[in-house]
């Protein structure tokens, strides 16, 4: 099982990016995607998630301009990302729980650059 993120790139402020987090491999479902960034010498900070219900949660610096989704017949997450700032500049990376026809395990993307600048 494989997590590839992409949609990163260079927006400048009040831009919007939607970021994909697509699983491969032998995937039977996926559920719990979450969204986590981590800019240059900081930790790593947990965005948004959503459940396995769908209900979803974000971090208060993210709440009302970024929103989780899933598309399970795709295998992939997104996050829209609305009115971006400078703060928002830092790698970021997602996780799922994959359930496979072997196991259940939690999985990460490698990152996807985003740069908010003018």
């Known amino acids: 099982v494989q997590l590839q993120a992409s949609g990163g790139g260079l927006v400048q402020p009040g831009g919007s990016l939607r970021l994909s987090c697509a699983a491969s491999?032998?995937?039977?479902?996926?559920?719990?995607p979450a969204w986590y960034r981590q800019a240059p010498g900081k930790q790593r900070e947990l965005l948004a998630n959503?459940?396995?219900?769908?209900?979803?949660n974000y971090a208060d610096s993210v709440q009302g301009r970024f929103t989780i989704s899933r598309d399970t017949a795709k295998n992939t997450a997104y996050l829209q990302m609305n009115s971006l700032k400078a703060d928002d500049t830092a790698v970021y990376y997602c996780?799922?729980?994959?359930?496979?026809?072997?196991?259940?395990?939690?999985?990460w993307g490698r990152g996807t650059q985003v740069t908010v600048s003018s």
């Open positions: 996780s799922m729980l994959v359930t496979t026809t072997r196991a259940t395990n939690y999985y």
């Open positions: 491999g032998d995937i039977f479902k996926i559920n719990n």
């Open positions: 959503m459940t396995t219900g769908g209900e979803t």
